[in-house]
C-alpha cells in the first residue's frame, strides 16, 4: 500500500488521541504475549505470569517516560544537532538497559529463579520486542495512517 493511500485511512489518528490508542493496543497485545512467553520460559502458569507481564508493562511505561526526558534534557546540552547513528544507538541501550536493571531482579524474585535465568528470560523477550514493536508499528500506520509528523 503506497504512503498516500496511509495517510488517508479512514481511522486516522492524530495528536493525543493517537498517543492513547496507541499505548493502549500496543501495552494490550504486549501484555498477552509476554504473559505467554514468561509462562514458557518460567514453566509457571499464565496467571502467575501474567502478574509480572502486566508489571513489566507498567515498568516499561514509566521508564519510558523518564528516560525519554533525561535524555532529550541531555540532547538540547549537545553542541551536535540532529539523531544520527550513534545518537539513536545509545538511546536505544539506555532504554532497554534500564530496563534490564529493573526487569531482571523483578523476574529472578518473582519466578524464583537465579539471575542469570532470569536475564535469559529477559533476553527472550527484548528479541520479541525487537520483532512485534516494527510489526505494530508498521500495522498501526496503515491502519490508523500515518502522523503529522511524517506526512
Do not use: C
Request: hydrophobic content about 55%; glycine content about 8%.
Amino acid at each position: 500500500m503506497s504512503v498516500q493511500k496511509i495517510q488517508n485511512s479512514p481511522w486516522s489518528l492524530q495528536g493525543p488521541m493517537r498517543r492513547v490508542v496507541y499505548v493502549a493496543l500496543y501495552e494490550a497485545i504486549a501484555i498477552v504475549a509476554a504473559t505467554a512467553g514468561l509462562s514458557a520460559l518460567s514453566g509457571q502458569g499464565a496467571a502467575h505470569s501474567g502478574v509480572v507481564a502486566a508489571a513489566s508493562s507498567a515498568i516499561a511505561i514509566v521508564w519510558n517516560v523518564v528516560w525519554n526526558h533525561l535524555f532529550e534534557r541531555w540532547e538540547a546540552s549537545q553542541p551536535t544537532r540532529g539523531r544520527g547513528l550513534g545518537r539513536r544507538i545509545a538511546h536505544a541501550l539506555g532504554m532497554e538497559g534500564g530496563l534490564v536493571f529493573m526487569l531482571v531482579p523483578l523476574f529472578a524474585w518473582w519466578f524464583d529463579v537465579s539471575l542469570w535465568e532470569a536475564l535469559v528470560m529477559d533476553i527472550g523477550l527484548l528479541l520479541f520486542f525487537l520483532v512485534y514493536t516494527f510489526v505494530f508499528n508498521w500495522s498501526f500506520d496503515r491502519l490508523f495512517g500515518l502522523p503529522q509528523s511524517a506526512q
